[in-house]
DNA sequence: AATATACCGGAACATACGTTCTGTGTCAAG
DNA sequence: CTTGACACAGAACGTATGTTCCGGTATATT
C-alpha cells in the first residue's frame, strides 16, 4: 500500500465526508465506533487515531472524555470549491434576474371550496406571498401574467398524484384542450378537482389521474367552470410521518 | 408552586435557551447532566422527564441511548429578533444574484438499475445537463454541492406519487432519518426504489407512499444502500394523454 | 540486518451517560 | 377523605463510548 506522508489520505477523507454526511443527517455527531464503521475499520483505536491527526491538522475539534463531541472546523473539498465557484459566478451573472419568475401564490385550493382567483384586471403583485420559479422549467410560450400559484390542502387531489402541501403552478384560462390536466369547479357537487379534460360528442370527461378510478362525465357545460390548467407541479419533501 | 396545565413552563423555556446556547457554544448538544445543572436539577430522572415533554411537542428530537443526541426542531418563541435575523439576513443575501441555483442532472433513475451518482470527489459541472432551481425553494440549510437532479423513467415509483417523467431533486448521503423519502437499492432485489425511511429495532421498514402497499422489511443492513434522500419533485405537466 | 515509523487489530478499562425504579410531597378533582 | 396526576430527588443499572496498552505487520531508512 502506498504510504503519504502528508496531507490528508483516502480515509481521512472518508472520514471527513462521513462526519458531514452523519451531522448532516443526525444533527450530531457519530461516535468513534460508527465512525470505525463507515470505513470498515473494526479497532476503534485506528479511528483515534485518525481523529488525532485530524484534529492536530485543523479540520475538526473534540473534546476529552466527551461523547459525540466532534465538531467540523475546516471544509474538506479539494478542488471543487473552486471550479463550483468560478461557474456559478459566470451562470449567477449571466442568467441574472431575468430567469427568475415571480409567480403569486394566491392561496390554497381545497375540494370543498372553489379557488381563489388572481384578479385578471389588477396585476396586483405581492412579494411577500410569492414563489420564484426559473424561466427554464417552463415552457417557452406561457405568459407570466397568467401564472399562479397555489397550495394544495388536504388528500383530495391525491387521484391526481397531488398530495397534501403541493404546490400547484397553474395558467389562468377558461378554455382548455383535450389531455391537458384542468383545475374545474362543479357547481352540483360543489367542489375544486384537478382532471384530466377531454371533451366528447356532447359531454364533457373529467378523467382522474388514476387510473382504477372512474371519470366524470358533465353534460350540462354550464355546470362547469375551468379556472385553469395545471403547468408544474412542485413538490418540497419534508419528513412526512406515515 | 404553581401549576401549569399546557404550553411550556418556564424549566422548559430555560432548557430551551440553554440547549441553544450550549450548542452554540460548543457544536455539540449537552448531556442529560448538564441540562440539570444548568437549570439546578439534581436527578436526572427530571431532565427526562421534561426532555420527553419537549419531544412530545415538537421542540426537539433524540435517538435512545445515544449520547448527545438532541436536536433543537423548533426554535422557542418569543425571540423573533434571532429567528428573523437570520431569515432575514439570509433572504436579503440569497435575494440579488443567488437565489438562482443550478443543480445537475445526472441521468434517469429506472426500477432495474442503480442511479447515476455524483462522484463526491469530482465535482463535474456540466452546464448543458443541468436545471435551474430557485433557493427560495429548496430547505435553506441545503448544501447545494450535495444536490443533483434525476429525471423519473417508467411507472415503477408511482406508489410514491411519482410520475414517469418528473424530476426529483436529490441529497446525497447514506444516511437517513425516520420518516424521509430516500432512494435506496435492494442488493437482493436488485433494484432502486423510492420509499420512506424508518429504522426500527434491529431492522429497516421500507414504507410505500401508497398506504395500500405493504412495506418491505430490510434485515440486513449491508443489503441496502441509501443513495440520497429526496427533497423536491418538480413535475412539468404537458397534455398527457391517458 | 537493524531500526524507526506509519498502519492496524484486539482487548481491557474507566467512566460518561441514558434509562428506570422507588419513594415523597403537592394539589386538584371526585 | 380518597384518588390520581404531576413534579421532583436519589439511587441503581446497563451500556455506549472514549482512552489506553499491547502486539502485530509492512515499508522505508540507516
Redesign the interface.
Known amino acids: 500500500m502506498a504510504r503519504k506522508s502528508e496531507g490528508l489520505g483516502n480515509r481521512h477523507?472518508r472520514i471527513m465526508?462521513?462526519l458531514i454526511?452523519?451531522q448532516?443527517?443526525?444533527?450530531?455527531?457519530p461516535?468513534i465506533r460508527e465512525i470505525g464503521e463507515s470505513i470498515n475499520v473494526k479497532s476503534t483505536s485506528l479511528v483515534d487515531y485518525y481523529l488525532n491527526q485530524l484534529e492536530e491538522l485543523g479540520y475538526i475539534?473534540r473534546?476529552n472524555h466527551?461523547?459525540?463531541?466532534?465538531?467540523i472546523k475546516k471544509e474538506i473539498?479539494?478542488?471543487?470549491s473552486l471550479?463550483?465557484k468560478v461557474?456559478?459566478a459566470v451562470?449567477?451573472?449571466g442568467?441574472?434576474?431575468d430567469?427568475?419568475l415571480q409567480i403569486p401564490v394566491m392561496g390554497r385550493i381545497v375540494a370543498s371550496a372553489p379557488i381563489p382567483m388572481p384578479a385578471s384586471d389588477l396585476n396586483y403583485f405581492d412579494p411577500e406571498s410569492s414563489?420564484?420559479?426559473?424561466r427554464?422549467?417552463?415552457?417557452a410560450k406561457e405568459k407570466i401574467e397568467d401564472l399562479f400559484a397555489l397550495e394544495v390542502q388536504g388528500d383530495s387531489m391525491?387521484d391526481a398524484?397531488?398530495?397534501d402541501g403541493d404546490v400547484v403552478i397553474m395558467k389562468r384560462t377558461n378554455q382548455a384542450?383535450?389531455?391537458?390536466?384542468v383545475a374545474v369547479w362543479l357547481d352540483d357537487k360543489d367542489e375544486t378537482t384537478l382532471k384530466?379534460f377531454y371533451k366528447e360528442q356532447n359531454r364533457i370527461r373529467l378523467?382522474p389521474?388514476n387510473?382504477s378510478m372512474g371519470p366524470i362525465y358533465v353534460n350540462n357545460p354550464a355546470s362547469l367552470r375551468i379556472m385553469g390548467k395545471?403547468?408544474?407541479?412542485?413538490?418540497?419533501?419534508?419528513?412526512?410521518?406515515?
Do not use: H, W
Open positions: 477523507k465526508r462521513f454526511d452523519f448532516n443527517a443526525n444533527g450530531y455527531s461516535s475539534s473534546e466527551i461523547s459525540r463531541s466532534i465538531c473539498e479539494s478542488e471543487p471550479a463550483a461557474t456559478g451562470q449567477k451573472a442568467a441574472a434576474l430567469d427568475l414563489i420564484e420559479i426559473a427554464s422549467l417552463l415552457p391525491i398524484m397531488i398530495n384542450q383535450n389531455g391537458e390536466m384530466y378523467q389521474a387510473p395545471v403547468v408544474m407541479v412542485i413538490r418540497q419533501v419534508q419528513s412526512i410521518a406515515i
